[in-house]
Structures are given as C-alpha cells and as structure tokens.
C-alpha cells in the first residue's frame, strides 16, 4: 500500500502544539535510517540542531514541520505520529488477535533530543548526539526534577 502524493508546499491540516512536534522530532530520529536511506544521517544532523536550539528556548517547531514536510516517508510518519493520542504512542498491535504490547520510552539524559521506544528484549540504544545511553523516560524526567 502506497500513499498519496504529498505537496510538499503545503501545509499540514493539524495544528499540533509545539511540544508536540518536539517529542514527533525526538521520535522520528531513530526511525531516519529506515525511512530516507542514505539521506538519513542529514536529517538527523539537522533534527539534533533545531533540537538543540528549542533547549534554549527558541521557536523551532515550524521549521521542524518544513524539515519533516520535504520528504514523502517523513511527512507521513510525522501525520501519523501526531494524529495519534499521546498516551497511545509507544503501542503497537501484535499481528493476529493478540493484544496490544506496550514499547518502553527511553531518551537522552543528556540533551532531551533523542527519544527511542524499545520493544522486546532490544538492546538500549545510545543517543546518536551525546553518545551516551539512553535511560527509561521516567528515570529521566526524576532526574531533572532532582537537578532543579
């Protein structure tokens, strides 16, 4: 099954709220390699950028939309990623009649740009920016509470 042909000038039918399209940021950059190949590792370097620059309090979320815009599987990875209630993502339906199985949230500790969903037995990956190893999100966010 194949998807539409996008625009790429025009605009998104949502209006996601900017924290929203940061965490659609954080989630996407594990995924770059499997949607846009060899083009993968410039987007992520741009991603980690504009990331870095919304740490410091700058209004990057309309850039990210353009960024993600540019490119067919990007474009509809983020629709869907932020069609999707919050609490539902992390969860994918097991083929068959199964029920659904939940995926642990892992992200970076360090810069709060990378966040990464495990499922399984996987190995914990490292942040592609810090490099350093992801830590469970909730371990994360106490963490930051404690610094503060």
């Not at 499997?34 to 991603?47: C, F, I, M, N, S």
């Not at 540019?70 to 083929?95: I, K, N, V």
């Not at 360090?110 to 371990?139: F, K």
Request: aromatic share 6%; hydrophobic share 30%; glycine share 6%.
């Amino acid at each position: 099954m194949t998807n539409p042909p996008i625009d790429p000038e025009s605009t998104p039918t949502f209006h996601p709220a900017p924290e929203d399209v940061l965490e659609c940021a954080r989630s996407i950059r594990p995924k770059l390699e499997e949607l846009l190949g060899p083009e993968a590792e410039r987007v992520d370097h741009q991603l980690a950028d504009l990331l870095a620059k919304a740490n410091t309090g700058q209004q990057v979320d309309d850039r990210i939309l353009d960024l993600l815009k540019r490119d067919e599987e990007t474009y509809y990875w983020m629709a869907e990623f932020l069609s999707e209630p919050p609490e539902s993502r992390g969860f994918q339906r097991l083929p068959g009649r199964g029920a659904v199985g939940q995926a642990h949230k892992y992200v970076c500790p360090l810069g709060n740009d990378y966040t990464w969903y495990r499922r399984g037995g996987e190995p914990i990956r490292t942040c592609p920016t810090h490099h350093v190893a992801l830590v469970p999100a909730d371990r994360s966010t106490n963490q930051l509470n404690r610094e503060s």
